[in-house]
């Protein structure tokens, strides 16, 4: 391929990345850096007659009220648990896949992955309607006396949990099996043959040689739900203020830019490491999905 | 527990699990009473009501249009970087582009939102454009929807023989040729698959589009999402249930494709 060719190739969508990607997120410092105006737009410039005015006011704010750093160990303990939640209900079901006869395994992981041709939207609003006090799975468990009064997870943390289990199980599910696919059967067979049993297998066998799967599985889990903002509206009530959604009601309800900007920083910062570590896992799964 | 039970449990338990959800509103849908939740009996009252309110029909138009265009976009940008990144070894800014795909990838939508935001408004205050409406929410959703493309494309021209390719070109054939005739048809699944996750995760966004959008243009996610956050809406059940149903019919057809396909072969 001649030069010209090669150049053009990379620099259209360059270009695009450089305005749609790189230019948003120095704004995005510039902004964190800069004081909420009323105005248009609401935030003071950076430079005003030539002298910085940048400071990091925001910063400080965010550490002075105790609801960020609140918001903030809310949203890393429930994206820990809908993680741990995942692996639990993920494992066994990659496990059991991996296990199965090899003609059932494609069309059982495309039922894993098929919940996601429906809208996520659509399926979190459906959790509404099962976990609400006066919800179909209140009425069900009442009529058969499994519990006394109406169900009382919504809105709440707990819904929130089921909801990100719910949403991200998938992406659990396909790398765990991507792992325990690779692993040579004979392993298992020579184990066996030297008198280990099938639990003894399990957790020195097929377990530490599926833990890069879980590991990028816990990532593609962890760092979304981190942020999330559709979940914890829609599932939970003012009791849980994760991150994502403090920085929505900065920037919809308050208008201060700046304030949501600086939160936005800091969420970057945090996911920085796991997002890196995500990056180099990612290309496997990449083929499990295409 | 035998491992052949513990088996069926975990996928039982799981696949319930995954499908209870979709079914309860597919169900409810066909509901005769304004309560959601409560049976009372069958009816497709929901779905006439759906079809006559003016706001969700114009919505989903809407939202077809700036699925269908920011698709074909991302599909252009995310085929190029990807082809890009598979096929022209080292070249300058090589790490940067990769980087930029996969954080895109990965980061939360709110991040993403609120970062696209402040560049389009500031676009606008040094170029009186593009303003804020549907125009930005293409952009938006392009740009998420190229990683995805670009993800795609390159893990497909990883697998693919490229002695295919060596051979067309030892027989004579021009470099344009040879992509036409060798490469473009076997990378045409992946382009396939990419349009439709980008036009997919287009159609389903909530967050990008409510902060880019300017007054003027109301998605359907954006109004899904209004209503849902007041409450339960019959209305939301029925529509739920025709984009299931729109969904299940687009992967039967994509099934019934591919087995056509490989006959073919």
């Not at chain 1, 690779?182 to 833990?211: H, N, Q």
């Given at each position: 391929m001649n030069r010209m060719m090669r150049r053009l190739l990379v620099a259209l969508p360059a270009a695009w990345l450089v305005l749609f990607f790189g230019l948003p997120f120095a704004l995005i410092l510039q902004v964190s850096l800069s004081r909420a105006v009323i105005g248009q737009p609401p935030f003071t410039p950076l430079f005003a007659g030539g002298a910085f005015q940048g400071g990091l006011g925001n910063f400080a704010l965010l550490l002075e009220d105790d609801l960020y750093l609140e918001a903030i160990l809310a949203s890393l303990g429930l994206a820990a648990g809908a993680t741990g939640a995942c692996i639990l209900l993920g494992y066994p079901m990659a496990w059991a896949i991996a296990g199965a006869p090899r003609r059932w395994r494609a069309p059982l992981l495309a039922l894993v992955a098929l919940p996601f041709v429906t809208s996520f939207l659509i399926r979190v609003y459906a959790w509404i309607g099962l976990l609400r006090p006066t919800g179909s799975l209140s009425v069900l468990l009442q009529s058969l006396g499994l519990i006394d009064g109406p169900l009382a997870l919504m809105p709440g943390t707990f819904a929130v949990a089921i909801g990100m289990t719910y949403t991200y199980l998938p992406f659990m599910v396909l790398p765990i099996y991507a792992s325990l696919e690779k692993i040579d059967p004979t392993l298992a067979s020579a184990a066996a043959d030297l008198g280990a049993r099938p639990g003894r297998i399990f957790w020195s066998v097929t377990l530490p040689l599926s833990a890069p799967g879980v590991l990028a599985g816990s990532l593609f889990v962890f760092v979304p739900a981190v942020g999330e903002f559709v979940v914890p509206e829609l599932l939970?009530?003012?009791?849980?203020?994760?991150i994502g959604k403090v920085i929505w009601q900065e920037f919809f309800n308050n208008r201060d830019w700046p304030l949501a900007a600086a939160l936005a920083v800091v969420l970057l910062v945090l996911l920085a490491g796991p997002i890196a570590l995500a990056q180099r896992s990612q290309a496997p799964t990449a083929r499990g999905l295409g | 527990m035998s491992p052949r039970s513990f088996r069926l449990v975990a996928l039982g338990f799981g696949f319930a699990f995954l499908y209870g959800p979709i079914l309860w509103i597919v169900v409810f849908?066909?509901?005769?009473?304004?309560?959601?939740?409560?049976?009372?009996g069958f009816s497709t009252r929901w779905y006439a009501e759906l079809l006559r309110n003016r706001r969700l029909v114009d919505a989903a138009g809407l939202s077809l249009t700036i699925a269908a265009v920011s698709a074909s976009l991302a599909t252009a940008l995310g085929a190029l970087a990807g082809f890009a990144l598979a096929r022209l070894g080292r070249f300058s800014g090589r790490g940067l582009l990769a980087g930029a795909l996969g954080a895109v990838l990965t980061l939360p939508e709110v991040i993403l939102g609120l970062a696209l935001l402040l560049a389009f408004v500031s676009l606008d205050s040094w170029l009186g454009w593009p303003g804020r409406g549907a125009r930005t929410i293409v952009a938006a959703h392009a740009t998420l929807g190229m990683a995805y493309v670009a993800l795609v494309v390159r893990a497909r021209l990883a697998d693919f023989d490229r002695s295919l390719e060596e051979a067309a070109l030892d027989l004579g054939a021009a470099p344009l040729q040879v992509f036409m005739t060798v490469t473009l048809p076997l990378i045409l699944p992946a382009l396939g698959g990419g349009w439709l996750i980008a036009f997919m995760l287009s159609l389903d966004d909530v967050v990008l589009a409510s902060f880019v959008s300017g007054p003027g243009a109301t998605t359907l996610p954006m109004i899904v999402f209004s209503s849902a956050r007041l409450g339960l809406n019959p209305q939301i059940n029925a529509l739920a249930t025709i984009m299931v149903g729109i969904g299940a019919l687009a992967v039967l057809a994509g099934v019934w494709l591919v087995h056509r396909m490989e006959r073919g072969r």
């Amino acid at each position: 391929m001649n030069r010209m060719m090669r150049r053009l190739l990379v620099a259209l969508p360059a270009a695009w990345l450089v305005l749609f990607f790189g230019l948003p997120f120095a704004l995005i410092l510039q902004v964190s850096l800069s004081r909420a105006v009323i105005g248009q737009p609401p935030f003071t410039p950076l430079f005003a007659g030539g002298a910085f005015q940048g400071g990091l006011g925001n910063f400080a704010l965010l550490l002075e009220d105790d609801l960020y750093l609140e918001a903030i160990l809310a949203s890393l303990g429930l994206a820990a648990g809908a993680t741990g939640a995942c692996i639990l209900l993920g494992y066994p079901m990659a496990w059991a896949i991996a296990g199965a006869p090899r003609r059932w395994r494609a069309p059982l992981l495309a039922l894993v992955a098929l919940p996601f041709v429906t809208s996520f939207l659509i399926r979190v609003y459906a959790w509404i309607g099962l976990l609400r006090p006066t919800g179909s799975l209140s009425v069900l468990l009442q009529s058969l006396g499994l519990i006394d009064g109406p169900l009382a997870l919504m809105p709440g943390t707990f819904a929130v949990a089921i909801g990100m289990t719910y949403t991200y199980l998938p992406f659990m599910v396909l790398p765990i099996y991507a792992s325990l696919e690779k692993i040579d059967p004979t392993l298992a067979s020579a184990a066996a043959d030297l008198g280990a049993r099938p639990g003894r297998i399990f957790w020195s066998v097929t377990l530490p040689l599926s833990a890069p799967g879980v590991l990028a599985g816990s990532l593609f889990v962890f760092v979304p739900a981190v942020g999330e903002f559709v979940v914890p509206e829609l599932l939970g009530g003012p009791g849980t203020p994760m991150i994502g959604k403090v920085i929505w009601q900065e920037f919809f309800n308050n208008r201060d830019w700046p304030l949501a900007a600086a939160l936005a920083v800091v969420l970057l910062v945090l996911l920085a490491g796991p997002i890196a570590l995500a990056q180099r896992s990612q290309a496997p799964t990449a083929r499990g999905l295409g | 527990m035998s491992p052949r039970s513990f088996r069926l449990v975990a996928l039982g338990f799981g696949f319930a699990f995954l499908y209870g959800p979709i079914l309860w509103i597919v169900v409810f849908s066909f509901n005769e009473g304004r309560l959601v939740t409560l049976w009372s009996g069958f009816s497709t009252r929901w779905y006439a009501e759906l079809l006559r309110n003016r706001r969700l029909v114009d919505a989903a138009g809407l939202s077809l249009t700036i699925a269908a265009v920011s698709a074909s976009l991302a599909t252009a940008l995310g085929a190029l970087a990807g082809f890009a990144l598979a096929r022209l070894g080292r070249f300058s800014g090589r790490g940067l582009l990769a980087g930029a795909l996969g954080a895109v990838l990965t980061l939360p939508e709110v991040i993403l939102g609120l970062a696209l935001l402040l560049a389009f408004v500031s676009l606008d205050s040094w170029l009186g454009w593009p303003g804020r409406g549907a125009r930005t929410i293409v952009a938006a959703h392009a740009t998420l929807g190229m990683a995805y493309v670009a993800l795609v494309v390159r893990a497909r021209l990883a697998d693919f023989d490229r002695s295919l390719e060596e051979a067309a070109l030892d027989l004579g054939a021009a470099p344009l040729q040879v992509f036409m005739t060798v490469t473009l048809p076997l990378i045409l699944p992946a382009l396939g698959g990419g349009w439709l996750i980008a036009f997919m995760l287009s159609l389903d966004d909530v967050v990008l589009a409510s902060f880019v959008s300017g007054p003027g243009a109301t998605t359907l996610p954006m109004i899904v999402f209004s209503s849902a956050r007041l409450g339960l809406n019959p209305q939301i059940n029925a529509l739920a249930t025709i984009m299931v149903g729109i969904g299940a019919l687009a992967v039967l057809a994509g099934v019934w494709l591919v087995h056509r396909m490989e006959r073919g072969r």
